[in-house]
């Protein structure tokens, strides 16, 4: 008898759509709007669904309330009355009244058979399962009373003393899951655990799990109740604690080796149970169109795979069949078959990969069992798996040693209301419409807590290590005290550098370490985190570093534009004009020269920082080096279906790529292009002022900075071509002086640390130039500053007074006679003072010194000598931005630009600085 009555209820319950609850209180030619909590009456077009308490179109026509149109000729509504059909031709005898016409008495119309949806209307005998049509509902029902010890319970027989235990524990209503979950109960409790029975209602408690639909007989309750009576007769689906899932997952043993088969199978039911059979896994259970062989090489040991799709939401509302509920196993070391965990996660979930303690577990989230999408249990909505990934974990103790996969699903709602109306021709499956994402994930557990420890221990350094860079700052002040505005600064600006490179060495390092690892490894020992999970570590790392990295940029090249340069000219004059009985003036134009090529070089960076940015694109893209970034240990084609870019190893290729072009330029530029192409445009420059009998002062702080002595070693520098090449022959044959300070040496750089008197002098020197040149330029009738100019400046016009150019006379006579006493006076620094950055023999009230230094120290004054500051800056703006778009054209693309960038605000700011502090017409720049 309960077999019999299997059957009636499997054949009276092919209508599988969704059916919702008419509400109380509204009557029969009313129904309820949860927005308003009003009753309200259908459009013209549409009409009160009995079954389901909602408005659909009237009879004979098709689409949404108020958009309701007839089918074509030919065609008939389905049974939602959403779509167009045919009639079948061998079951059906044609159409009248808008609707297929079946021959025999006891027919009904289906479009749904067994949960699969039929291409055409066909007419279904009821006799065959010695039931009754019932012509109004189309459906077969008991043609007579129901057996003794059953009652008739929503054209069901259902036993009677089980209903009424079910019954009396739990409120009922007329909506489609409480009527079935009610009907799957009772039989269940009377001993059917197939189809119709408990396995029926494990399938509902599962949809309602993804559909989070609130009925007034909640079907999950109704199991873990019937599970309270008889537990042997519920078939196992959630894990009921996390410690029970622990236990499965411990007691788990298996060994597998890189590209061995991971032996998961997969059965399949409908929602009232019926098993429709056993397969080994491939793409059943992915919503994108996946290829077998794509689906057997991810479901192969260490080989990541992610396909994306879209799929058609009109499709998913409308003509996707009855979902099927899938649950899979693996096969353990023993060759017995266990149970493969699902978490179910809908929106605003978050997603978890791992075991153990990182797992926070909702018991009614991890079941065994899953469907695909939920087009059942509501005709409001529809849910949809957006995101399925099934996660193989290993464990730490020995190679290839794994835990049982565990399988999350994501789901998203689609509302239908918002939904188009359905096309005449139905669409399939991958029409344009949402998206959905399925990935397998072979990987190891990340150590947060160390990573956590790295990024505090970086922290703690770089506090550290930039408290000293702050002392010696404090030292070149010659203040025994901190100012504590100006300091504070100053150290902020220390520790945003030092965080930035400890930040980008963990970086490095971490991803360095999974690259060498993972692509290098013959035995599975260290695999890969899968991406959701290390997003917020590595984005949080690399936007610091990069933030951190331009405070530290910005800062030095705003100290750089804002320095006293000052050039000193040791050119006398060569005689007395008698006729005007005065010296012979000296000409201007070796300083100009002189002034004009420091501008060439204050905004100059070399070729390599250019180059990398270019070689690195060019060998991940034209080369196709980014193949080495798939998630595969062995694989390295990106163009195969489910490949993809681990964003860990781009950022490790990435940084080998570009400090190994970078290191590769380096010995070009060192031994080749310096030493036989062109020569180190720093050390031309001090050649340069030596030719022109020109020093230079710059002073990037207020007390200190560099001289680069350019006197020249002989007489005049305002020479004739005959004059000038005799002075060049006689130096090269060594019969004059050396070009450093007294010709005693060749060293033309130091570090000079000025004292309170001078550097006061300076200062008042510059505001009265400053205020000589001002009335000379409101003369000229100057037009306001343009916007742009109040940030970046204007080029001025330094047209000075008499009274000026005797001030400038002052500071060129001052100037001289500073090097001229000092030259006994110079100090060298050890190899621990220039590592440190620390001026040695520092006190209080000390006069003006000099601190040997090499012949390239003085570069600090130009943007040259932060181009590894700006390279790895841009390089951490490219791996940023790669981390998230995963484009090499685009990231380098904008870390072009910021490069450019760079160099426009130095060589705007620069040429203004010069020309206000040389007081050298800016029009003379080039």
Not at 54 to 63: A, L, S, V
Not at 784 to 793: A, D, F, T, V
Request: a negative charge; glycine letters at 6%.
């Amino acid at each position: 008898m309960l077999l019999f009555v299997g059957v009636v209820m499997a054949v009276g319950s092919w209508e599988w759509y969704a059916q919702q609850s008419v509400f109380p209180g509204c009557a029969e030619d009313l129904v309820f709007n949860s927005s308003s909590i009003t009753c309200e009456t259908c459009v013209d077009d549409s009409e009160v669904n009995a079954q389901g308490g909602d408005c659909w179109c009237k009879q004979g026509t098709i689409g949404v309330p108020g958009e309701c149109a007839a089918c074509p000729a030919n065609t008939v509504p389905d049974s939602k009355r959403l779509t167009c059909i045919p009639c079948s031709a061998s079951t059906t005898r044609g159409i009248a009244s808008n609707e297929c016409q079946c021959s025999g008495a006891n027919d009904v119309l289906v479009d749904y058979l067994e949960g699969t949806r039929l291409e055409e209307k066909a007419c279904l005998d009821c006799s065959l399962y010695l039931l009754t049509a019932n012509t109004t509902t189309q459906q077969c029902v008991p043609s007579g009373p129901c057996p003794t010890a059953f009652t008739l319970y929503q054209s069901t027989c259902v036993p009677t003393t089980e209903l009424e235990q079910v019954l009396a524990t739990y409120t009922a209503s007329d909506s489609y899951l409480s009527r079935n979950a009610v009907i799957s109960a009772a039989f269940c409790l009377a001993g059917v655990t197939g189809a119709t029975g408990c396995r029926h209602l494990g399938n509902l408690c599962t949809l309602q799990t993804i559909s989070e639909i609130d009925s007034a007989t909640d079907a999950c309750q109704l199991y873990t109740y019937v599970g309270t009576q008889n537990a042997s007769r519920a078939p196992p689906l959630f894990y009921e604690s996390a410690s029970m899932l622990d236990t499965i997952q411990q007691d788990f043993v298996r060994n597998v080796d890189f590209d061995e088969d991971m032996s998961i199978s997969v059965t399949a039911y409908t929602v009232n149970g019926t098993f429709r059979g056993v397969q080994p896994l491939s793409n059943q259970v992915f919503m994108c169109e996946v290829v077998e062989p794509v689906a057997a090489h991810g479901l192969s040991f260490g080989n990541n795979i992610i396909t994306k799709c879209a799929v058609n939401d009109v499709w998913l509302s409308e003509s996707a069949g009855e979902p099927l509920l899938f649950q899979l196993f693996i096969k353990n070391e023993a060759g017995a078959e266990v149970p493969v965990p699902v978490r179910i996660g809908n929106d605003g979930d978050s997603t978890e990969y791992f075991y153990g303690t990182q797992r926070d577990v909702v018991q009614t989230q991890m079941l065994r069992r899953f469907a695909l999408y939920d087009n059942l249990l509501s005709t409001r909505t529809v849910w949809y798996a957006d995101e399925l990934t099934i996660v193989v974990a290993t464990r730490d103790t020995n190679y290839g040693a794994v835990y049982t996969p565990l399988v999350t699903v994501h789901y998203t709602r689609l509302d239908r209301k918002t939904l188009p109306p359905p096309p005449i021709v139905p669409r399939t499956v991958f029409d344009d419409g949402v998206g959905s994402t399925s990935s397998i994930f072979y990987v190891s557990d990340i150590n947060h807590s160390a990573l956590i420890a790295l990024i505090i221990t970086s922290c703690c350094v770089s506090f550290a290590t930039s408290l000293v860079k702050a002392w010696a700052w404090q030292r070149r002040l010659v203040s025994p005290y901190l100012d504590p505005f100006s300091g504070l600064i100053r150290w902020m600006v220390y520790y945003a550098s030092h965080l930035a490179f400890y930040f980008f060495v963990v970086t490095s390092g971490a991803t360095m370490y999974y690259f060498l690892w993972f692509k290098g490894q013959s035995r599975p020992s260290v695999l890969l985190p899968p991406p959701s999970s290390i997003t917020s570590y590595f984005t949080a790392l690399l936007w610091t570093a990069f933030a951190c990295r331009c405070i530290d940029v910005g800062y030095r090249v705003f100290e750089q534009c804002y320095m006293w340069v000052f050039f000193l000219d040791w050119e006398q004059p060569r005689g007395r004009l008698m006729a005007e009985n005065k010296e012979v003036p000296v000409s201007m134009w070796r300083m100009v020269f002189a002034a004009n090529q420091f501008n060439v070089l204050q905004s100059q960076l070399s070729f390599k920082i250019y180059t990398t940015l270019f070689m690195v694109l060019v060998l991940l893209e034209a080369f196709q080096l980014q193949g080495l970034t798939t998630a595969q240990p062995n694989g390295n084609n990106l163009s195969q279906q489910g490949s993809f870019s681990h964003p860990l190893l781009r950022i490790a290729l990435t940084v080998i790529l570009w400090y190994g072009v970078t290191f590769v330029l380096w010995l070009w530029e060192a031994l080749v292009y310096h030493r036989f192409l062109a020569a180190d445009p720093v050390r031309e420059f001090n050649d340069l002022l030596s030719l022109a009998n020109v020093s230079m002062f710059c002073l990037l702080e207020r007390r200190n900075g560099f001289y680069i002595h350019g006197k020249s070693v002989h007489q005049f520098a305002d020479a004739s071509v005959r004059e000038f090449q005799a002075m060049l022959k006689r130096e090269e044959e060594g019969g004059i002086p050396m070009r450093g300070l007294a010709g005693q040496s060749e060293h033309q750089t130091f570090e000079i640390l000025v004292d309170d008197n001078l550097s006061k002098f300076l200062y008042e020197t510059q505001m009265v130039l400053n205020r000589e040149r001002m009335p000379q330029l409101q003369g000229q009738g100057a037009r306001p500053r343009r916007c742009y100019e109040l940030l970046l400046g204007r080029r001025s016009r330094n047209i000075l007074t008499q009274d000026a150019l005797m001030q400038l006379q002052e500071l060129n006579r001052v100037l001289q006679a500073i090097v001229t006493r000092i030259v006994e006076d110079v100090q060298a620094k050890t190899a621990v003072h220039k590592s440190l950055g620390v001026i040695p023999f520092v006190f209080p009230g000390m006069p003006t010194r000099f601190f040997l230094d090499s012949d390239t120290a003085w570069a600090r004054c130009i943007l040259l000598y932060l181009e590894p500051a700006i390279s790895n800056c841009a390089l951490l703006l490219y791996l940023s931005l790669d981390f998230h778009f995963q484009n090499a054209f685009v990231s380098a693309s904008i870390a072009f630009l910021f490069i450019l960038f760079v160099q426009a605000v130095r060589n705007v700011l620069g040429v203004t600085n010069l020309g206000q502090k040389t007081m050298i017409d800016d029009r003379f720049f080039l």
